[in-house]
């Protein structure tokens, strides 16, 4: 035991020194070493393309399956724990197995594959740390049959994914896309802790480096006030070890789509504000404006992916804000809203603010991701309302994001929503069809018991109460899963 606990040790203490020295680790602030440069895959700094790309994951994330692989093309060891204590590679010198603790953050080139003697497959790699050749010896049959499966080459984190992400978008905006996200704990280690954030905020791209094997591109943001998180997402999946259909449930948010928005966190913005009258323009994020109703103007809260038609645009006098004219597009009402169209013209001392004010960043051209909704649906969403049938796209526009998903044996997936009253609803999926079953909600345990104690002389409440539309008027929180 003392043996064991000693060789632990002494992996450790070589992991931590060899990552002291590693660029591509990187923490959030406190525990943070971030890399400042902006690098391609081979090392060469490449002025940023301010292009907003057509399809960003598609045109700059590729697959790679093994049997598309390049030589040179640069991995790193990342071992999970359990790796720790086993052995993915041998040394091509002396045929001995060599330890992943030996190698964690270790940089590994493809160098191609051969036919050993023995007639298994030996997958072969240059370590750019100590110059030796090292293989992955397959566990059966020929490359061929080996290379097209998703099994790849365990421990290893591809490292084109991680450069390219930091090529495109180190110090740029994203919004988040979730709610879920972590911070560091541990400077020499792996530590984290889970946060909670806001969904659809502004953050800015602070740093970028290896995560783990599945999810390798670790993106630390950091928001307006200054607070640092991150995720570890998929890009490519190149060498990933994840089929597309494991990427559901918890492992959603670690598909970068669904963690962050590139593309949408700012619009850009014409320099003839004149350019939008009679265009389509939907809102990215929920926002207030102005309507007339009951024979005066009131404000009103306007919901994501409300689509309006741009009448007029007018200066506002003394200041540098226009005042938009829209008609929605479903009801035709008239809505006003006063925005600027650059961020150096908000005004910061009425505490204007880009979520509020910037025109890039609260409208989208077109009708949006509503458009593939129908009429009456788009009109459920609005008011918060879920009815069987709803595809989750369709749930998330009215509901945000759960804070809990869960997959029953049977297969049907069940997403908890918890309001502030003390009740939780459930939304359940048809596991043929991925849309609406049901919806129900039901006291949490704690509101259960104190409504009981509150008034004895009634009823108590149910467990479940089935509804047939379901409306998210109240105020969504997140919270924990329930006991």
């Known amino acids: 035991m003392k043996r064991m606990i000693l060789f632990v040790g002494l992996i450790m203490s070589m992991m931590i020194v060899h990552a002291q020295d590693n660029p591509y680790i990187v923490k959030t602030k406190g525990v943070k070493k971030t890399v ?9 700094t490449e002025k940023k393309d301010d292009a907003e ?3 960003f994951m598609s045109k700059n994330f590729r697959y790679y399956s093994m049997c598309d692989w390049r030589e040179g093309m640069r991995f790193m060891v990342i071992p999970e724990k359990y790796d720790l204590l086993v052995a993915t590679f041998h040394d091509a010198e002396t045929n001995k197995e060599v330890g992943n603790g030996r190698l964690r953050h270790h940089i590994m080139a493809y160098k191609g594959h051969e036919e050993a003697p023995n007639g298994r497959v030996h997958v072969l790699f240059t370590c750019e ?18 290379c097209y499966s998703r099994k790849g080459v365990p421990t290893l984190a591809y490292l084109g994914d991680v450069d390219k992400a930091r090529e495109l978008l180190m110090d740029q905006p994203m919004l988040t896309r979730s709610q879920y996200y972590r911070v560091d704990t541990d400077y020499d280690g792996d530590g984290y802790r889970d946060v ?36 570890c997402v998929a890009m490519s999946k190149t060498n990933c070890g994840m089929r597309d259909d ?24 014409s320099d003839n504000v004149n350019d939008y009258i009679g265009q389509t323009i939907h ?23 409300t689509g309006f038609i741009v009448d007029k645009i007018d200066p506002v006098p003394d200041s540098r804000y226009y005042t938009l004219t829209m008609r929605e597009v479903e009801s035709r009402r008239v809505y006003t809203k006063n925005v600027a169209f650059s961020e150096a013209d908000i005004d910061n001392e009425r505490h204007g603010t880009i979520e509020e004010d910037y025109f890039g960043y609260l409208f989208g051209m077109g009708e949006g991701a509503a458009k593939q909704t129908s009429k009456e649906t788009r009109a459920l969403i609005r008011d918060g309302q879920i009815v069987p049938g709803m595809t989750k796209a369709e749930v998330e526009l009215a509901l945000g994001e759960p804070f809990q998903k869960l997959m029953e044996a049977d297969g049907t997936q069940r997403w908890m929503y918890s309001r502030t009253n003390g ?23 704690e509101e259960t018991k104190k409504r009981a104690t509150t008034s004895k002389s009634k009823q108590r409440p149910t467990s479940r109460q089935k509804i047939d539309n379901v409306t998210a008027g109240g105020n969504y929180t997140t919270g924990t899963p329930l006991e």
Not at 36 to 44: H, I, L, S, Y
Not at 246 to 264: A, H, I, Q, R, T
Not at 435 to 441: E, G, L, M, N, P
Request: avoid cysteine; hydrophobic fraction near 35%; charged fraction near 30%.
């Open 129 to 146: 740390d100590d110059g030796k050749t090292y293989y992955f010896e397959l566990p059966l049959g020929s490359f061929e049959d080996y």
């Open 283 to 305: 809102t990215n994020h929920p926002t207030t404006m102005k309507s007339r109703g009951a024979g005066q103007m009131r404000e009103v809260k306007v919901p994501r992916f």
């Open 423 to 445: 009740v939780i609803l459930e939304v359940w999926y048809d596991k043929d069809t991925d849309v609406v079953k049901d919806a129900k909600t039901r006291l949490t345990t």
């Open 246 to 269: 494991e990427f559901v449930m918890d492992n959603e948010k670690f598909l970068f789509e669904n963690s962050f928005d590139y593309s949408g966190a700012t619009m850009a913005v």
């Open 36 to 44: 400042k440069q902006t690098a391609t895959a081979d090392g060469n």
């Open 196 to 231: 909670t954030v806001k969904k659809d905020m502004v953050v800015t791209v602070k740093a970028v480096g290896v995560g783990t094997r599945a999810f390798p591109v670790k993106i630390i943001v950091e928001d307006e006030q200054g607070n640092q998180f991150y995720q």
């Open 53 to 55: 790309p057509v399809d």
